[in-house]
């Protein structure tokens, strides 16, 4: 039984972009799937708040390394609160669809992303303890 995959997903897995590991990564972080066995690792370069690098190592079906290859090119550049919203259907859309019993690899995916964010944001506690500072107008209003 061959698979329906899209001309996308198969240039994903063909030639997948931000493959590897970033050395002196910012954070690392290794999901799996305990019912297919396939593994996904995530480094990522953190500046600004914003993510400047991402990369990916894959251990798994040519699905989860075309799922994880678009998936990096679509979330470089964002916020690190816009990678943990970021949602498995867009990888789903940017690659025309995904064969009904492999859509469970984006979400490995995403789990990948979510985790890889989350070991950096507990690296760096003080993203969340900055005091929101409010402007307040001293000018005196007229009565
Ligand atoms: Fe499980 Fe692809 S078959 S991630």
Partial sequence: MSLNYSKKTMKHFLHP???GE????DAVAEVGNMVCGDQLSFSIKVKDGK?????????????????????????KGMTLEEAQKFDW???????DG??????????????GLREVVSVY?????????????KKVSTSKTKK
């Fill in 17 to 19: 972009k931000n493959i």
């Fill in 22 to 25: 970033i050395k002196n990564a």
């Fill in 51 to 75: 993510i400047k690098d991402i990369k990916f190592l894959s251990f798994g079906c040519a699905s989860n390394i075309a799922t994880a290859s678009v998936m990096t090119e679509m979330v």
């Fill in 89 to 95: 259907n867009n990888i789903v859309k940017k690659l």
């Fill in 98 to 111: 995904l064969p009904q019993q492999k859509v469970h690899c984006s979400i490995l995916a995403v789990e």
């Fill in 121 to 133: 944001n507990k690296k760096h506690p003080e993203i969340f303890s900055k005091p929101k500072i």
